[in-house]
């Protein structure tokens, strides 16, 4: 764990209904733009992001498994929709409904990711989502090695999704946005 997730603030900052954070990342997901709503709440300057990690902003009640998932989805050329909760620079926190997906050079090939967040639905955080990823982040923690704690929270989504005879997608919209 990074030096600065160790502290957090414990105060939850929120979007406007009308703010979106936008940014876009190269390949592996270094951040290249961001607009000046993701300035304001991820608490960094540009330079300061900009040819950085996008994890400069993981909060560390994450679990990993939320991640894999973005990552496999984005890498595949879909487009997956996500609850996230982020860590600003001071160590408040703030959750978003993101929409993450490729960019596409005019020969067909993924060149980047961009995201667009927008304020979440809180009810279905505090109902829904806090739980999963408590769970998740349970699943992981007991799991052995990080090969073994990723498989453990594949599973469980997967368990869920078969369950509901939803894609992960198609559960987000369900539960509300
Ligand atoms: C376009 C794009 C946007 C992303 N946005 C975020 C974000 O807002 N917050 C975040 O924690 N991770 C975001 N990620 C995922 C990070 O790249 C990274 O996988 C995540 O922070 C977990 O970091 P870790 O693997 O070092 O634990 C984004 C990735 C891409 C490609």
């Known amino acids: 764990m990074r030096k ?3 502290s957090l603030t414990n105060v939850e900052r929120s979007l406007d209904p009308d703010e979106l954070i936008v940014t876009k990342t190269d390949l592996s997901g270094k951040i290249r ?20 990690q996008h994890n400069i902003i ?6 990993r498994t939320v991640f894999k998932l973005l990552w496999d989805t984005i890498k595949t050329g879909d487009e997956v929709f996500a609850y996230v909760n982020n860590r600003s620079k001071n160590g408040d926190n ?10 596409w050079n005019e020969a067909g090939k993924i060149v ?5 967040r927008r304020a979440p639905n809180k009810t279905v955080i505090h109902e829904h989502i806090e739980p999963l990823y408590a769970a998740l ?15 453990a929270g594949e599973r469980q989504v ?8 939803m894609s992960f997608n198609e559960l987000m919209f369900a539960l509300g946005v």
Not at 94 to 103: E, G, I, L
């Open 4 to 6: 600065q997730d160790l």
């Open 94 to 103: 703030y959750w978003v409904f993101a929409h993450v997906t490729p960019s």
């Open 158 to 165: 997967h368990e869920l999704l078969q369950s509901k005879g």
């Open 33 to 52: 733009y961001g607009n000046r709503t993701f300035y304001k709440f991820a608490g960094y300057s540009p330079a300061e992001c900009v040819g950085t």
């Open 112 to 116: 980047g990711y961009h995201s667009n």
């Open 58 to 63: 993981r909060h560390p009640a994450m679990p």
């Open 137 to 151: 982040l349970e699943i992981e923690r007991t799991s052995g090695s990080p090969k073994d704690a990723l498989a």
